[in-house]
């Protein structure tokens, strides 16, 4: 079956980094786009961007370029997101889905930023 | 970026009665529509894409309707589980855009 799971809970101050990952089974990771989406607590979805496994093509919405970067390690079907000067805004779940109508989401990844 | 608008921002709903939330487009976005259900604590779920078609495993009370602009997700007949949020999202164009969401809440 189709799964998407996730790294762990981060805890990072302001101004560093994080790196939160995503690992598929259960088809082929090429085949299809992943997508970021975040959410903060009590907060709607926000689509953070996308990426093609297969090209390593990327997408980033407006609002996070030049802070996040996403990649991927296909030997390990895994995607990778970084986001970078973190603030105390960014603190969200943040989610991995595969496909632009997100069929498969992972369970998402718990960042708190604070000092 | 495309702007999507859902309404009502709460629907109250007795058991086995009928839902209707809207979502609309700030511009078209054919069938490129998705409607996902948002449980606390848990990711969201596909319900339905392209506007009307039912994902895998979907029961079929849930039906979506629409293409362009304006969109609707029909729950027929309300069960205890469906009682969650709900949100529209566009994949049409980059950046995808959800709308903010409806929460279909007991009455």
Redesign the interface.
């Known amino acids: 079956q189709v799964q998407l799971v996730q790294s762990g809970a981060e805890v990072k101050k302001p101004g560093a980094s994080v790196k939160v990952s995503c690992k598929a089974s259960g088809y082929t990771f090429t085949s299809y786009d992943i997508n970021w989406v975040r959410q903060a607590t009590g907060q709607g979805l926000e689509w953070m961007g996308w990426m093609n496994p297969n090209s390593g093509n990327t997408g980033y919405a407006q609002k996070f370029q030049g802070r996040v970067t996403m990649t991927r390690n296909t030997s390990i079907s895994t995607a990778y997101m970084e986001l970078s000067s973190l603030r105390s805004e960014d603190t969200a779940v943040y989610y991995c889905a595969r496909k632009s109508d997100s069929d498969y989401w992972g369970q998402g990844t718990l960042v708190t930023v604070s000092s | 970026e495309i702007v999507m608008t859902q309404s009502p921002a709460t629907l109250s709903v007795s058991p086995g009665e009928r839902a209707t939330l809207s979502c609309r487009a700030s511009q078209s976005v054919s069938s ?1 529509l ?1 409607w ?1 259900q ?1 449980k606390p604590g848990q ?4 319900l339905i ?2 506007a009307s078609t039912r ?2 495993g979907i029961p079929a009370r849930f039906s979506g309707s629409g293409s362009g602009t304006e969109f609707t997700l029909t729950i027929s007949s309300l069960q205890s589980e469906d009682f969650a949020v709900y ?1 529209c ?1 566009q ?1 049409n164009n ?8 409806t929460k279909v809440e007991i009455k």
């Not at chain 2, 980059?94 to 969401?101: E, H, M």
């Open positions: 490129n998705a996902y948002q990711a969201p779920r596909l894409y392209g994902a895998t949100y999202q994949y980059w950046p995808l855009t959800f709308g903010q969401g």
